[in-house]
Structures are given as structure tokens and as C-alpha cells.
């Protein structure tokens, strides 16, 4: 049933065609099916098709072809809103499906909704489109028309060189909005991370402190801190989920281990003890084994997870770099980027079995996903050698870029980045078992290479974004996260990095799941008070249905000055004294990261520090949020600048400041330090 105060309508059925993504067969499956209900004549109008039956006692439950289906709607968590939900606050959606006659539930369903809003709170006008309208183009994926939230994928993690990690809606991103959806501050840098296999939780390593953070993707909220011992680096989830593994490195030659933490109470289980050097994890299929490489000592650490004790130590070569159990193989593969060898260990003896012969240099090390296939990258090669499982032999080694360092793999293709090139090399992995090497395409994620960027650290840049034919890929050097589909040329889109520079990328899937039997849920931040429409995509039986949501104004987000924010759209922060300097920056709504227009009183002012030759201009629009105002820099110094706008009562002291250095021609040109976020975006521009 509805919440509280919620209007409980449904509104009559409708179909439409189209595609979201290409990309995702989930989408694909909308796509066929909308394109056959367009082709049969199917549409908005009563004639098209047969007519849903409301329940007169249940207005959010509507009965078709002998299927029922109720929707329901609340808060995640009750605090004291009576059950109300707020903006800004997380709301579950719930949909039941049974059969109507039994009350039996329906099973396996694969369900797709989204959210848009109607109608803004106190307000008497509506959205442009129904509900009926709208679902048709967004199966069709217009650029531009997207729902506020979209229930049928995931949303893009960025792990930033600063202490934060930045939530994104892509699917408002890719059609030129960026959403910055959430923020989550952390008490220093993150090394490393790995998601749970339910991906409620997102683990973190804090290295310095020797924490792990522990993320909720429900809340995108810091959930706990664990003690993980000292130097955390590595993390590992092992397949069943019930213990995480810590690498903890040993420094200055000393020897180092494991932690094992408990995932179900957030507790450390046991430390063991393995050897010196930095430690890369792998597990057993069945979870019966751990293992453990010790690179300083040249040995792998078996670890027999049942009683949390090492078993033995296994020499493999001077340099463990990397490991891996393939899925079909009985056998961990470890490889040495010294020797330029993979060693084979037998899944029960633990003795090695093989070497397979490479060359030195070699690094990170996958398995494709039936395990037949393994691809190692070499550093020192410029190149990628494919291994065949079945023979323990090197089928291929095809180059690549210069000195490749991370790889991600989705169904048919491994994307290989590399340190000294912009592009990344796509290996074609439906070409692996013929005779001739398979074909290397590439696409560019960025315009300079990532060893530009200071601190690259540990974490992962590129990541697959559903496992079928979507990436994800860090550019450190633009600070921008580029979005990339196969069979593109280039990217399709990009995520800022919002004054900070991101690192590792990872996704948090937010489609409904079936949470019991015939029960699909899904858990949402609604961005904005309002009155929802909450549409529903079901392909058996053939159904796209709307509801209605309510959710209520929340007094804490809307203070004045806390309801937007700035970013400074600027790359350089020095520049000659007299200069006329055209700073532009961009309002943006907090909660739906919309940039407000129609602004007519955005009032800059600018001092030389401390507080002299004050000045204060008024900003011209530019467009999408965008506003510029021009400086006159006449004297040198340090200067700081602020932002306010009376009509929408935000005061000079509300937003951040931003700071800029006038410089004579003696002057070092470094930038003053920081005091407000620095964007990536549009390039300062100057009056001549």
C-alpha cells in the first residue's frame, strides 16, 4: 500500500517502444518487446489495448490477464516522519506480482521502473508529459529525456585522491547532466575497495589509520569503521561472502600478513601471519582455500579458511606479482614479474604443477569468464600474452599500448589501460582459440596519458559496468571518468570530477531485485518534494503501468544557501597583474545536481587579501547553471572571491569561496592555496 498522504491512484496502462541502452541486454528486452507492441498497433488510447482491472478495495493494486500487481511505497528507514517519505531521504519501492486467482507469487521476474516527477509540491502546473508519454522515450533513450530516477541500473562510484568517494547517476551524466547523487567523506584517502556479491556494501582500506570503511550502497553512507590491522592494502571478498580478507604489507622488509574480518558481524576473525612484501589475494571456487602472494619473499601462502590457519608456503618465483583460480581449472596460476614465468599450483597438493614460460615484466593478471582463457599483461613488452588453460601454454602475445597496468573484461572484449598512452586496447575475446592472434581495437579516455598524474596509488581505474558491453575508465590527468559502450568509436559520455581528482571507479547495480518470493524491491534517494509518477515494465505479461508517489518538503535541505552549490569552472588560478580576467562557475541544485537558470541577481564581489579593494559585479548567464562575471585584477596579490544571490537568499558567506593570484612579471606563477572546489570544466577565458 501507499504511504501516508500519498495519493493512491493507478493510472491506466500503456505501452510504448524503444530502447534504453544498447549495451545491456536488460534493455534489449525492452527494446524488442516495445518495438512489437508498436508494430501491433498497441498504444495509449482505450482501443489499443484491453483495459486494466482496478481492485476497488486497493487502488495501488491493478489486475491483468490474471496477474496482480501491488504497488507500495515508504521510507527505508522510519525516523519521525509518521512514514512519510522526504526528499532528500532513501524510500523503498515495492512491487508484489501474484497470480490473481491463488494469491500464489510470481518468481523470476526481471521487472524495470523509474521514477519522474508530476508535480513539484505547491505548485499547480504539471509535467509537459504524462506518464504515457514519457515511458515510450525513455525505452527509446533520447538524449535530454530522462527519468529523475531510474530504477533499471547502477550507479558509477568514483574513489577520489582526496578523502571522498563520489556517488553518480550515469544515466543522467550520459544525456549531459552530471548528477553528483551523494558524497562520501572518508577520514583519509582510500588505497583500495571491493563491493559485497549483493553490493549493499562497498568495503574501503585506510591504510594510514588501519581502518576499514565500510559503505552502505542502500544509504551511501559511511556504515562502520573496522580494525584491520597495521598498513592495510589489498582487499578480497571470498566467493561465499563470509569472510573479507586484508592484505596487511609489511614495511621496511618487515613481514606482514592477513586480517580476516568477519562480513556478517564486522568483526576481525584472525590475523595470519604470511610473509614479507605486499600481498595480492585469491580464493578457491568453494571458498576452502585463501592464498596469499608475499612479493619480498617470493612465495604464495596457502591458507586453509575453515580453521583461519596457514597451511604452507609455496616458492613460485622471485616476484609474485599476481594470482588467479580460473573458474574450470583445479589450479591457482601465479605470475612473476621478475622470472617472466606463471606457475601452476595443483587446487589440492598446492605444489606447482607447471610454468608457463613468458617474458619479464609481467603484471596484473584475468581469466575470462568460462576460465578457459587467462591474460596477462607485460609491462616491459608493451603487450598482453594469452594463455591457454588447456594446455598451460602461451597462445598469443598481441601489443598493445606503452606499459599497460590495468584491465577490465565484459562478455567479449578485455580492456587493457596503459600508463603511457591515452587509449585503451580492446581485446577481442570472441577471436581466442584460432590460429592467428585476435584483433586489438582501441578508443581514447582522455587526451594524455595517465603517468601524467601524480599518486595514480593502487585501486582499480577501469571497471565493467554491467559484465556485457559497458565501461568505465578514470582519466587522473582531466580528472574526468569517461563512459564507454562497445562498438563505439569513442566514448558517450563523461563524469566531471567536481574539483577532485578521481582515481579508482567501481558501480553499485540498483535495479529492483526480488527480495522474496514474488516481492521486487528497490531503494532510492528521492531528489525533490513532489508527486511522483512511478511507472512499471513487466514483458510477461505484457504490462508498462503507472502509479502515484508522494513525497513530502524536508525543512533540513532547504535552509538558505544550503540548497545549491557552486563550482568554479577554472583551470588556471594565476595570471598577470591588470589582467581582465572571465571566471565562469555554475549553481547547481544539492540534491538534483540541475543547474539553476533564469538567475538575473548573481552578485560577485572580489578583494585583494586581507579585505582591500573590495568590487563587487554582476554575473552574466551563460547557459545550463553557468554564469561568468569579469575581474579586473589590478593590483597584485592574492585575491578571494564570492558569490551571492539575494533572490534566492544566499548570502557571500553561503557558498565557497574561490581564490586567484595577480603576479608581476617577478612573481612566481604558483596558485595560491585552495579555498573553494576547483572545476575541471571550461577553460578560463580573458578579455584582450
Keep these: 500500500m501507499a504511504s501516508e498522504g500519498a495519493p493512491s491512484m493507478a493510472k491506466s496502462g500503456f505501452r510504448g517502444g524503444g530502447g534504453l541502452k544498447g549495451g545491456s541486454m536488460r534493455y534489449l528486452g525492452i527494446l524488442v518487446l516495445g518495438a512489437g507492441m508498436a508494430l501491433s498497433g498497441w498504444g495509449p488510447g482505450p482501443d489499443g489495448f484491453a483495459a486494466e482491472r482496478p481492485d476497488p478495495g486497493h487502488p495501488d493494486r491493478i489486475v491483468r490477464e490474471g496477474i496482480a500487481v501491488e504497488f507500495s511505497y515508504g521510507p527505508a528507514e522510519k525516523k519521525g516522519g509518521e512514514g512519510k517519505v522526504r526528499e532528500g531521504e532513501v524510500a523503498e519501492i515495492r512491487f508484489r506480482v501474484t497470480e490473481e486467482a491463488t494469491g500464489k507469487p ?300 590495468q584491465m577490465a573484461m565484459t562478455r567479449s572484449f578485455a580492456h587493457v589501460r596503459c600508463l603511457g598512452s591515452e587509449r585503451v586496447f580492446m581485446i577481442n575475446l570472441l577471436e581466442l582459440g584460432k590460429e592467428t592472434p585476435p584483433p586489438v581495437n582501441s578508443y581514447p579516455a582522455g587526451s594524455e596519458a595517465p603517468n601524467g598524474a601524480p599518486d595514480l596509488g593502487l585501486v582499480n581505474g577501469i571497471a565493467d559496468a554491467t559484465g556485457e558491453a559497458e565501461v568505465l575508465v578514470v582519466d587522473p590527468v582531466s580528472r574526468t571518468t569517461y563512459f564507454y559502450m562497445e562498438g563505439m568509436n569513442t566514448p558517450m559520455g563523461n563524469f566531471r570530477g567536481y574539483g577532485h581528482s578521481p582515481r579508482g571507479v567501481e558501480t553499485a547495480n540498483r535495479s529492483l531485485k526480488e527480495t522474496e518470493p514474488g516481492l521486487y524491491t528497490g531503494k532510492v534517494r528521492i531528489p525533490v518534494a513532489g508527486i511522483y509518477d512511478v511507472a512499471l515494465f513487466l514483458d510477461a505479461p505484457s504490462l508498462i503501468q503507472c502509479f502515484n508517489a508522494r513525497a513530502e518538503a524536508n525543512p533540513e535541505l532547504r535552509k538558505p544557501g544550503k540548497a545549491y552549490e557552486i563550482e568554479y569552472l577554472a583551470k588556471d588560478r594565476s595570471f598577470p597583474v591588470g589582467d581582465n580576467v572571465v571566471l565562469r562557475f555554475r549553481l547547481s541544485d544539492i540534491l538534483t545536481g540541475w543547474g539553476k537558470e533564469g538567475l538575473r541577481d548573481v552578485n560577485v564581489m572580489y578583494f585583494l587579501a586581507p579585505g582591500r579593494r573590495r568590487t563587487q559585479v554582476l554575473a552574466r548567464e551563460v547557459g545550463d547553471g553557468v554564469y561568468e562575471a569579469t575581474l579586473s585584477l589590478k593590483a597584485p596579490g592574492a585575491y578571494y572571491v564570492q558569490v551571492a544571490v539575494p533572490s534566492m537568499k544566499i548570502g557571500f558567506m553561503d557558498l565557497l569561496p574561490f581564490t586567484l593570484l595577480a603576479r608581476t612579471k617577478e612573481t612566481s606563477a604558483a596558485p595560491p592555496p585552495k579555498a573553494g572546489n576547483e572545476g575541471n570544466g571550461t577553460e578560463q577565458e580573458k578579455s584582450k
Design 106 to 405: 510470481i518468481r523470476s521476474l526481471r521487472p524495470g521502473a523509474w521514477l519522474d516527477i508530476e508535480k513539484p509540491l505547491g505548485r499547480q502546473e504539471k509535467a509537459s508529459m504524462d506518464c504515457r508519454q514519457k515511458v515510450p522515450l525513455y525505452l527509446r533513450g533520447i538524449v535530454g529525456i530522462r527519468p529523475m530516477v531510474d530504477l533499471n541500473g547502477y550507479f558509477v562510484l568514483v574513489m577520489n585522491r582526496e578523502p571522498t568517494v563520489y556517488v553518480i547517476d550515469p544515466f543522467v551524466g550520459i544525456t549531459g547532466r552530471t548528477n553528483l547523487y551523494a558524497s562520501i567523506p572518508l577520514r583519509e584517502p582510500g588505497t583500495d575497495w571491493v563491493k559485497s556479491r549483493d553490493e549493499k556494501r562497498i568495503y574501503i582500506t585506510q591504510s594510514k589509520s588501519g581502518k576499514v570503511a565500510v559503505i552502505d550502497t542502500e544509504s551511501f553512507t559511511l556504515q562502520a569503521e573496522v580494525d584491520a590491522g597495521r598498513n592495510p592494502v589489498r582487499l578480497a571478498l571470498q566467493p561465499d561472502g563470509r569472510f573479507l580478507w586484508v592484505g596487511n604489507d609489511g614495511r621496511e622488509g618487515k613481514e606482514g600478513g592477513v586480517t580476516v574480518i568477519d562480513a556478517a558481524t564486522l568483526e576481525s576473525a584472525a590475523y595470519v601471519p604470511t610473509g614479507k612484501g605486499h600481498h595480492e589475494l585469491a580464493f578457491s571456487p568453494d571458498s576452502r582455500f585463501a592464498y596469499a602472494t608475499n612479493r619480498a619473499g617470493g612465495t604464495v601462502s596457502v591458507i586453509d579458511v575453515r580453521g583461519l590457519k596457514k597451511v604452507k608456503d609455496v616458492k613460485t618465483g622471485p616476484q609474485p606479482i599476481s594470482l588467479a583460480y580460473p573458474a574450470s581449472a583445479v589450479a591457482l596460476y601465479v605470475a612473476d614479474g621478475e622470472e617472466g614465468t606463471v606457475s601452476v599450483l595443483d587446487g589440492k597438493t598446492h605444489e606447482v604443477t607447471a610454468k608457463v614460460r613468458a617474458k619479464p615484466g609481467l603484471g596484473p593478471m584475468r581469466f575470462t569468464q568460462d576460465g578457459r582463457w587467462g591474460l596477462v599483461l607485460n609491462s616491459r613488452e608493451d603487450a598482453v600474452h594469452i594463455l591457454d588453460v588447456s594446455t598451460n601454454r602461451i597462445a598469443h602475445t598481441v601489443p598493445v599500448g606503452k606499459e599497460p597496468y
